[in-house]
């Protein structure tokens, strides 16, 4: 017998020790290692790990579609009211946040914003952005297709205005000259790259405005485009044409233009405030968001034709709806001609083809040029007009037969 001492206690007259097999019990501890990054909203068990790496900045939950609904960057929709909770704001909604952009506001000021709600009931609000470097950013992939040499084209206002990085480690390049510009570069792999553009001084536009001068020239090259953070001094985005892959645009106040053809993916597009010359959307699939300041007020034919997953559109106060402006917009339920219209050209809601609801705000009917602006309306799409207006409505010329479709004041 004797007496043993184990971790500081005395236990009296031991006669044995035996060992015990461990080897067989489930340990209730890990122990920690490695890190894991958390990049958005959510949970997620972090218990296996040493440290974790937060980073939600970005993170965003969507508010619900309403009358007047603010909307970022990527098509989310952040904040959003009711007519009547609008009209009781005394400030614009917070700014939303991104690692990388700055935010400049948001591209209605909040009395015209009430105005404009005032005068047609809904409205479409969104955020402008410019990257937080001032560098203009165009992140593309260059896939296994044999095509390594893109060339970028785009037009500067001041000799030795611009700074073009490849994003493959190679050298950077400063362009001497004013006018259209253009550099071509060889990768030696595929993969995954940021052209990133510096506008040290003067303005710059990219691409050239025409069909000969997309940001990446040749329409293989142009498909590779999937992302554009614009940054300080751009005033155009110009023709961005085929850029079939084209997902998200930010857009600076400093834009006053941009050509939107055949960017399939694309969802979105914020029209800055200072915006007063041409955006164009033509063949935007997926395009489901357009949200225009209250400057934009010209627009050119076909400037939001085949927009196929455009579901409203919250116009500024345009003088007239220039032709074939909303043909084949196939998903548009609701449009409302601002009391400003004066004037309707030839197909301007040719193959609006769900189209429920169609409001004038103005009790002198528009002028329509052409019947055909109506064609392929559905025969159940109700026509709203002021009070007072009927008859001066259904007696109009060149609009719907008042015997095929309803009219209704308001």
């Known amino acids: ?59 965003i939950t969507p508010a619900k579609y309403n009358d007047v609904n603010f909307y970022d960057y990527d098509g989310t929709i952040v904040y959003s009211y009711s007519a009547s909770e609008f009209a009781n704001l005394s400030a614009m909604p917070e700014n939303p946040s991104h690692d990388g952009l700055t935010a400049q506001g948001w591209n209605w000021t909040l009395a015209d914003a009430k105005e404009q709600v005032l005068a047609i009931g ?32 785009w037009s500067q206002t001041v000799s030795n205005g611009v700074t073009v990085d490849w994003g493959d480690g190679s050298s950077t390049q400063v362009v001497s000259g004013t006018g259209n510009k253009s550099l071509t570069h060889t990768y030696a792999s595929i993969g995954d790259y ?43 985005l110009g023709y961005l044409y085929n850029t079939y892959g084209l997902e998200t645009v930010t857009t600076p106040t400093t834009l006053t233009r941009g050509y939107f053809y055949n960017c399939y993916p694309l969802r979105t597009v914020i029209v800055p405030i200072n915006a007063t010359q041409y955006f164009l959307t033509r063949n935007c699939w997926s395009l ?10 010209t627009f050119s034919d076909n400037s939001l034709s085949s ?59 528009p002028t329509v040029a052409n019947s055909n602006a109506f064609t392929n309306v559905p025969t159940d799409c109700k026509i709203y007009v002021p009070q007072g207006s009927l008859s001066a409505y259904t007696s109009a010329t ?4 008042s015997s095929t479709y309803t009219y209704i004041e308001e």
């Open 288 to 297: 489901t968001t357009i949200s225009f300041p209250k400057v934009h007020t």
């Open 194 to 236: 940021i052209i990133t553009l510096n506008v040290t001084s003067g303005t710059a536009a990219l691409g050239r405005e025409s069909s000969a001068g997309a940001v990446l020239r040749g329409n293989m090259y142009a498909s590779m485009i999937k992302h554009i953070e614009t940054g300080n001094n751009i005033t155009s």
């Open 398 to 401: 060149n609009y719907p037969s």
């Open 1 to 59: 017998m004797a007496n043993l001492q184990i971790f500081g206690r005395t236990f009296n007259n031991v006669s044995s020790i035996s060992a015990y097999d461990t080897s067989n019990v489930k340990r209730s501890y890990i122990i920690p290692t490695g890190t894991v990054n958390i990049t958005s909203n959510g949970t997620v068990d972090v218990s296996q790990y040493a440290s974790a790496n937060v980073n939600v900045s970005s993170g």
């Open 122 to 153: 809904v409205i479409d609000i969104g955020q402008m952005y410019t990257t937080s470097d001032g560098k203009t950013r165009i992140h593309f992939t260059i896939p296994d297709n044999g095509r390594m040499t893109p060339q970028l084209q």
């Open 307 to 365: 927009a196929g997953a455009l579901r409203r559109i919250s116009l500024p106060p345009l003088t007239s709806i220039p032709a074939s402006m909303f043909n084949a917009n196939y998903s548009l339920i609701k449009i409302v001609v601002p009391k400003s219209v004066t004037s309707i050209a030839a197909s301007a809601f040719y193959n609006c083809q769900n189209l429920g609801e169609l409001h004038f705000k103005s009790a002198t009917p």
